[in-house]
């Protein structure tokens, strides 16, 4: 026989501001089944006793009871009344006895790779200015032609069919994967078809993607060393062991690679203008790789984050170009071309693993904004992304020429830095005693963003140095940035 309680035992909250009555009244009710108050089989009053208790509108007690019979809190039977459902699970623990059972121990930490990635000290944080000295990888926002950006936009959402509004393809937009796919053809040399494009969100997501589909737990990867701290954290996400491997100025050290690791499944490299040191990966250096690949059966990421940007010589060709065995896999972004918050990028996958590719992405997030890759296919195809290239590759070159000039005259013998011939980064090398930790907090203080060398290290230690990028930053700002600098290294 179920027991009888009133309410005179329940002692309820004050209700919040707005909060509705119904609901006030179900959370308190649904509080006490929980904490205890009010037991398994406990018989509540009825509708009508209830509202004349407290004042309510019976409507109001009739709308908490069915929320909390349609959550399973409490059933109602007509004539008997609305009881309090048997169910000792309701009553969970409090937060003291939480503490010391086993399972909140295990809920003290999280995931040892996620514990991992925290002590990086690479972040990027958001950025809701934009221009500052030397921001690394941003480009020059102050030159993206916003307009004609916002006119193809308002065209594409205006026009657009109602299928682009529907659930997208994991690949990417078919349109944009053949601008893609000609694009790269054209100025990388890298021959494919639309199919074997995966538009991702990012370099940053390709290559959390590639980590997941082509790495198994305690597969080896070579990382270049110093080295893109993006690339090692999604490699060891997926539980591979990132194997470090210097790099000198021909790019990283192949023949060491191979001697010390021959079984790496993944080579990840950036042979273009290699991140952080901005070093070409040498010509008999790509040899031995796409060689030793081919004979091993391992792959080879090839990020060229930025290699639209080289201001003298010959474009370098892509590694991709170069391969005949099939081992290349590359990785291209629109965020350091056209601008960060785009978030769109790419993978050139091999035709047989395009399926495997497709699936994988569409577990992570379905695929990219379908409509912004409407705005971009369109961007593409009608000569504006080339355009805003050649005119800031042009741009980028007057930058870094200005950086080193400015760091030359008024910094010469305490920081070197390097008149970068590609990219949108360059290494100043301190000349001085003072550490690069307190170059880059007395920089952040005045106002400045410098990134350490030290931070791009996995093992092999550098001489000390800043990065500093220069493509996001005018004139201005590129000449105040030095005249910091040389006031914290003059002090
Ligand atoms: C070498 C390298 N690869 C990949 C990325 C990630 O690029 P995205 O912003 O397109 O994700 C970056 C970003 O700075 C980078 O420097």
Redesign the pocket.
């Known amino acids: 026989m179920p027991k009888r309680e009133t309410f005179q035992d329940l002692v309820l909250e004050p209700r919040k501001d707005g909060q509705e009555m119904w609901r006030w009244l179900y959370t308190e009710l649904r509080s006490a089944i929980i904490d205890g108050r009010l037991k398994s089989g406990a018989r509540l009053p009825s509708t009508r006793n209830l509202a004349a208790q407290y004042g309510f509108a019976r409507g109001t007690v009739v709308a908490a009871f069915q929320q909390l019979q349609a959550e399973g809190f409490v059933s109602s039977e007509v004539s008997a009344g609305t009881f309090v459902l048997p169910a000792p699970g309701w009553e969970l623990p409090s937060p003291a006895k939480q503490r010391s059972s086993r399972q909140a121990i295990s809920r003290a930490t999280i995931a040892k790779r996620t514990q991992s990635l925290l002590k990086t000290t690479f972040l990027?944080p958001a950025s809701h200015s934009v221009g500052k000295a030397f921001r690394?990888?941003e480009p020059a926002i102050d030159l993206f032609p916003v307009e004609q950006w916002a006119r193809i936009a308002a065209r594409v959402y205006r026009k657009a069919p109602r299928s682009l509004y529907g659930q997208g393809d994991a690949g990417g937009y078919p349109p944009l994967r053949r601008a893609i796919a000609e694009y790269v053809g054209r100025s990388r040399g890298v021959r494919c078809s639309a199919e074997q494009i995966i538009v991702?969100?990012?370099?940053?997501?390709?290559?959390d993607l590639l980590a997941r589909v082509l790495l198994d737990p305690g597969d080896q990867v070579w990382m270049e060393d110093p080295?893109?701290p993006?690339?090692s954290q999604a490699f060891q996400s997926a539980g591979a062991s990132v194997i470090p491997i210097p790099v000198d100025g021909d790019g990283m050290d192949v023949a060491r690679a191979i001697k010390s690791s021959p079984a790496a499944r993944v080579v990840y490299v950036?042979p273009a203008n290699q991140?952080?040191l901005g070093v070409v990966l040498s010509a008999e250096r790509r040899v031995e790789l796409l060689s030793w690949a081919a004979r091993a059966g391992a792959w080879i990421i090839e990020?060229e984050?930025?290699a639209e940007y080289r201001y003298s010589g010959k474009p370098i060709a892509s590694l991709h170009s170069l391969d005949r065995s099939g081992s290349v896999i590359y990785?291209g972004?629109?965020?350091?071309m056209l601008f960060?918050a785009l978030?769109?990028?790419f993978i050139v996958v091999p035709e047989r693993f395009v399926e495997a590719f497709r699936i994988a992405r569409s577990f992570m997030d379905r695929h990219a904004p379908t409509l912004d890759q409407a705005v971009l296919t369109e961007f593409i195809n009608e000569g504006h992304f080339g355009r805003h290239v050649r005119k800031m590759r042009q741009v980028y070159s007057d930058r870094s020429q200005l950086l080193a000039e400015e760091a030359n005259r008024r910094l010469a013998g305490v920081l070197d830095v390097e008149h970068a011939q590609s990219g949108m980064c360059t290494v100043a090398w301190i000349k001085t005693r003072v550490t690069e930790m307190v170059l880059k907090r007395r920089a952040e203080q005045l106002g400045l963003e410098v990134s350490p060398i030290s931070s791009f290290v996995i093992k092999y230690e550098q001489k000390p140095a800043l990065f500093l990028g220069f493509a996001g930053c005018n004139e201005n700002e590129i000449k105040r940035g030095v005249s910091v600098l040389e006031a914290i290294l003059s002090r």
């Open positions: 990027q690394g990888y991702t969100s990012g370099a940053q997501q390709a290559l080295g893109y993006g690339a950036t991140f952080p990020d984050y930025d990785v972004t629109f965020t350091k960060n978030r769109i990028g």
